[in-house]
């Protein structure tokens, strides 16, 4: 079975700090790897995948992921904190086999102070 | 574009009582999905639609739980009778197809209250 793990539930930032969300992932197949963000009451909305292309991912508003297959990790970064990147988080998996079946992690929900 | 829209946003029910969610997806999205999202957890599928067709409902509660696409479009969701645990936001997707390289579009949800 394939899961992902986020470390951090709740991650605290300055605006102007660097970003460092945390993802690792178990699976027994190479992976698609997904990071969606949701703001309140909103619906979740896809920042970046993973689909075995470049191991360096860029994505929406800034984000970047990187996939590290040594280290079953696909953390997400942004170099410097927007006020209006305060949401939640969250990864996800999948395989191909299985189409498009998504298995998320629970959430980090992250909060930039001015 | 419009995208994916959901009816009602907001709903309270009584235990035992039954509920209806509906999802219309984005135009020409062959592929439906329906998640349950608890509180501080991540989405967790319920079913998934390939036009009609229901190709995965394998984490469908089918004692209480289920769901109809007709004509390949729109969605619902029924839970009857409804349990206290199944407050959560009941969120709905769509995409193009069922490969994973298919972008799911999500959206606002139903947030689901049974007291």
């Known amino acids: 079975a394939q899961s992902v793990t986020q470390l951090g539930s709740h991650v605290s930032v300055s605006e102007g700090a660097l970003v460092l969300l945390r993802c690792n992932y178990s699976s027994s197949v190479p992976p698609y790897l997904f990071w969606y963000v949701q703001y309140p009451n909103q619906g979740l909305q896809l920042l970046l995948k993973y689909t075995s292309a470049a191991t360096l991912v860029k994505g929406i508003n800034g984000f970047e992921a990187e996939f590290k297959k040594s280290e079953t990790s696909f953390h997400l970064t942004k170099p410097s904190a927007h006020m209006s990147d305060a949401a939640e988080y969250f990864c996800a998996v999948s395989k191909e086999t299985s189409g498009s079946r998504l298995t998320f992690g629970e959430g980090t929900q992250l909060t930039v102070n001015p | 574009e419009a995208g994916v829209v959901q009816s009602p946003r907001y709903k309270i029910i009584e235990k035992k009582q039954p509920v209806a969610f509906w999802c219309n997806p984005i135009?020409?999205?062959?592929?439906l999905y329906w998640y349950r999202q608890n509180l501080g957890q991540g989405p967790e599928l319920l079913i998934r639609?390939?036009?009609?067709?229901?190709?995965?409902d394998s984490q469908l509660p089918k004692d209480r739980f289920s769901a109809e696409r007709l004509k390949g479009v729109d969605s619902t969701l029924k839970i009857q009778p409804a349990e206290l645990g199944d407050s959560a936001v009941y969120l709905c997707?769509?995409?193009?197809?069922?490969?994973?390289?298919?972008?799911?579009?999500f959206g606002p949800g139903t947030r689901l209250t049974v007291t």
């Open positions: 997707a769509s995409s193009l197809g069922v490969s994973v390289a298919y972008e799911q579009y």
């Open positions: 135009s020409g999205h062959n592929t």
């Open positions: 639609y390939e036009n009609e067709e229901a190709v995965d």
